[in-house]
């Protein structure tokens, strides 16, 4: 293999691995993506159930007030 196949050769292989890597780096971004909506939707949760949990907590004091 003469010095310039070698050299066109190890471009292209290098210039497969960066491809690779972009590839695997776009996956994690919409990984990423997806994780980050995930915890939105958990966080809009616990707010609800902490807002039903704090109503509840409330209702059973009146209740206890009123009773005694």
Same mark, same amino acid.
Request: glycine letters at 2%; zero cysteines.
């Given at each position: 293999?003469?010095?310039?196949? &070698? @050299?066109? #050769? $190890? ?8 491809? @690779?890597?972009?590839? %695997?780096? &776009?996956? #994690?971004?919409? %990984?990423?993506? @997806? ?5 939105? +939707? %958990?966080? =809009? @949760? #616990?707010?609800? $159930?902490? &807002? %039903?949990? !704090?109503? $509840? ?6 209740? !206890? +007030?009123? =009773?005694?």
């Amino acid at each position: 293999m003469t010095p310039d196949e &070698t @050299r066109d #050769f $190890l471009n292209e292989m290098f210039s497969q691995i960066g491809d @690779r890597f972009d590839r %695997v780096d &776009t996956r #994690f971004d919409h %990984v990423d993506e @997806r994780m980050d909506q995930m915890e939105q +939707k %958990v966080d =809009q @949760r #616990f707010e609800e $159930l902490t &807002t %039903v949990n !704090n109503s $509840l907590i409330d209702a059973v004091a009146d209740i !206890n +007030k009123r =009773q005694g």
